[in-house]
């Protein structure tokens, strides 16, 4: 009874945040076909895909599902603002390199802060002992990733300027590989890659993100899909709530039907999923500010070519002087 009422309870929510107008909904045909991108690291899409679940939620609409992979967020925007993929799943920074770079699409949904699950790493027999010890050293990070952000607020915090270390830019199995042959100083990398490096390697965590970095995920939409796809994207939704709670109930279980999927240990994948909090919510204007200062911050760094605002890719609900306050 418990599980239904949350239920009950979030969807409603999800959908008033997306704030689809009735005139909107009431000419919406369906469409044949949800292309979901994501990221094989995204454990809970990655349990979604090898259930079914989705595709037994949206059965009765008439709808399929097409999960469309990806390596990380940035390509994941790629594909969603070319038109290859309907909604995605991303971390906090991507959206932003993506909408200075002119992307259209609209948040619809974001997963609870997990700032545990992304780290600046070294290795086991490292000299580097603290972040202030980077200055001059190589790091490699996925660039305007998550970690992007991270990385950035632990030097600002050390005392270090971006420019005092030397960014190498590789997406993660092209970083794992520099990072265990020695080619670089530091990684700077999110769940589960960050549990499989320490587990497997020993490597030694220089900075999480608490304190520094919330890690929120985003669930993004191409913003005419969101208009007028809103049953569709509540029964993505609604499902998501159910796996994110059978999930949440037995890790150790989810742990066994992910590893062989993400092609890593149970126990690897188990702790990563202890990080993670999971269950979609609707944007708030609190969240929607932290994403904003996190735009302005890669702005004033020059990482990004123009200021943005983040109200501008926001559902009607959320309000854009309330959320940039």
Not at 206 to 228: F, M, S
Not at 241 to 260: C, D, H
Not at 317 to 324: G, H, N
């Amino acid at each position: 009874m418990r599980f239904r009422s949350i239920l009950r309870l979030a969807a409603p929510l999800l959908i008033a945040a997306i704030s689809f107008h009735a005139s909107a909904q009431s000419g919406t045909t369906l469409p044949g076909t949800l292309r979901i991108g994501f990221q094989k690291s995204a454990s809970l899409l990655t349990l979604q895909k090898s259930s079914g679940s989705l595709e037994k939620k949206l059965a009765p609409l008439g709808v399929s599902v097409k999960w469309v992979e990806f390596p990380a967020g940035p390509q994941l925007l790629e594909g969603l603002n070319v038109g290859a993929v309907d909604v995605g799943f991303v971390g906090e920074a991507p959206p932003i390199f993506a909408q200075a770079a002119g992307a259209k699409f609209v948040y619809i949904g974001f997963d609870p802060a997990a700032p545990e699950a992304e780290a600046i790493v070294v290795p086991k027999d490292s000299p580097i002992k603290s972040v202030a010890e980077l200055k001059g050293k190589k790091v490699a990070l996925n660039k305007g990733s998550n970690v992007h952000y991270l990385l950035v607020k632990a030097l600002e915090k050390a005392g270090l300027k971006y420019s005092d270390i030397q960014p190498v830019y590789l997406p993660p199995a092209d970083a794992r590989a520099a990072f265990e042959r020695g080619a670089v100083d530091a990684w700077v990398i999110w769940d589960p890659f960050l549990a499989a490096v320490e587990h497997q390697s020993g490597a030694r965590l220089l900075q999480d993100g608490k304190g520094i970095a919330n890690n929120y995920a985003y669930y993004l939409a191409e913003r005419g899909y969101a208009q007028t796809q809103p049953k569709v994207i509540q029964a993505l939704f609604e499902d998501t709530q159910a796996q994110a709670i059978a999930l949440k109930s037995n890790i150790k279980a989810a742990a066994a039907v992910i590893a062989p999927l993400q092609g890593l240990a149970p126990e690897v994948v188990e702790k990563s999923l202890t990080r993670y909090q999971f269950g979609v919510k609707p944007l708030t204007p609190a969240v929607a500010a932290e994403q904003q200062k996190i735009a302005d911050t890669f702005h004033a760094l020059g990482l990004i070519p123009n200021a943005i605002r983040v109200g501008d890719a926001l559902p009607g609900s959320v309000k854009v002087a309330e959320a940039t306050k």
